[in-house]
T-cell receptor
Framework: SQQGEEDPQALSIQEGENATMNCSYKTSINNLQWYRQNSGRGLVHLILIRSNEREKHSGRLRVTLDTSKKSSSLLITASRAADTASYFCATLRNAGGGNKLTFGTGTQLKVEL | KAGVTQTPRYLIKTRGQQVTLSCSPISGHRSVSWYQQTPGQGLQFLFEYFSETQRNKGNFPGRFSGRQFSNSRSEMNVSTLELGDSALYLC????????????????FGPGTRLTVL
């Protein structure tokens, strides 16, 4: 079952605007990762933030993590039409080894010209 | 480096049949994980293999099984297919160490889309 929920489920914005997606999870984690998926294809890793980090940047992406609220947000600045995709957060628990990622429900982002 | 490859990309089977999906990880990666993606259940973890041993397992029935070979390539098998097994099956590889908390990025393949009629 999905550990987390993502909000909003769908987001439609104009090119050049910023897009913010939120993710909530339920258990303690080792790290949280964000992935992008285009039209039912494979997942592309975007960024990883560890449980002892609060904010991380990568290009036009900014991720924040609040472990006290068990939530994370992904900000895409100056969005482009090519950013149109589904975005998923995924958490890795402190399960003592292993790579079991638990995914959120995803946000469908549409960037219009 | 070449990315994660999965074969076949598309597969159509009928109920009751069995199917084998293949995944070749990135060279040097020893961990291979499998996920099922459906519109209703989203992305769900199936299992992970590391050095030919199953290291983690999700909540799927015994009809779903897998294995990993000495070259880290992995196969996933689903027996007695049901309509609900129709899904995109994704494989992911990571470098991974033998134990301890994981921080390595997982790299996903393009997936195998299985349709069960």
């Amino acid at each position: 079952s999905q550990q987390g929920e993502e909000d909003p489920q769908a987001l439609s914005i104009q090119e050049g605007e910023n897009a913010t997606m939120n993710c909530s999870y339920k258990t303690s984690i080792n790290n949280l990762q964000w992935y992008r998926q285009n039209s039912g294809r494979g997942l592309v890793h975007l960024i990883l933030i560890r449980s002892n980090e609060r904010e991380k940047h990568s290009g036009r992406l900014r991720v924040t993590l609040d472990t006290s609220k068990k939530s994370s947000s992904l900000l895409i600045t100056a969005s482009r039409a090519a950013d149109t995709a589904s975005y998923f957060c995924a958490t890795l628990r402190n399960a003592g080894g292993g790579n079991k990622l638990t995914f959120g429900t995803g946000t469908q982002l549409k960037v219009e010209l | 480096k070449a990315g994660v490859t999965q074969t076949p990309r598309y597969l159509i089977k009928t109920r009751g049949q069995q199917v084998t999906l293949s995944c070749s990880p990135i060279s040097g990666h020893r961990s291979v994980s499998w996920y099922q993606q459906t519109p209703g259940q989203g992305l769900q973890f199936l299992f992970e293999y590391f050095s030919e041993t199953q290291r983690n397992k999700g909540n799927f029935p015994g009809r779903f099984s897998g294995r990993q070979f000495s070259n880290s390539r992995s196969e996933m098998n689903v027996s007695t297919l049901e309509l609900g097994d129709s899904a995109l099956y994704l494989c992911a590889s990571s470098y991974s160490l033998a134990g301890g908390p994981r921080t390595d990025t997982q790299y996903f393949g393009p997936g195998t889309r299985l349709t069960v009629l």
